[in-house]
Nanobody
Framework: QVQLVESGGGLVQPGGSLRLSCAASGRTLSSYAMGWFRQAPGKEREFVAAISWIGTTTYYADSVKGRFTISRDNNKNTVYLQMNSLKPEDTAVYYC????????????????WGQGTQVTVSS
């Protein structure tokens, strides 16, 4: 069993940056591919980014490519999402997810999910 806790969300102005963290407990993260998803009010949850267990393979949604970077530190059991050049349309609750296979993470059907952290981009 893996417990995931997101942090780092908040209010930021358009063009600003935030770094989200997802800390895992229960089992070591090094066995899992990880991902970030987001859900805006009235919309379905959507894929943002994913990273393989060793960190050599990453995937991004087209909407965030070039602005967001996913990374991980397996020694700290933590995954990060660096978000730059934020836009109002990035406003959402951001969730991290973990699964043994990166394709499962990307598909949105991961076994493990965090509770989410709110990101609001507004002037």
């Amino acid at each position: 069993q893996v417990q995931l806790v997101e942090s780092g969300g908040g209010l930021v102005q358009p063009g600003g940056s935030l770094r989200l963290s997802c800390a895992a407990s229960g089992r070591t993260l090094s066995s899992y591919a990880m991902g970030w998803f987001r859900q805006a009010p009235g919309k379905e949850r959507e894929f943002v980014a994913a990273i393989s267990w060793i960190g050599t393979t990453t995937y991004y949604a087209d909407s965030v490519k070039g602005r967001f970077t996913i990374s991980r530190d397996n020694n700290k059991n933590t995954v990060y999402l660096q978000m730059n050049s934020l836009k109002p349309e990035d406003t959402a609750v951001y969730y991290c997810a973990a699964d043994g296979r990166i394709r499962t993470v990307v598909s949105g059907t991961s076994d493990y999910w965090g509770q989410g952290t709110q990101v609001t981009v507004s002037s």
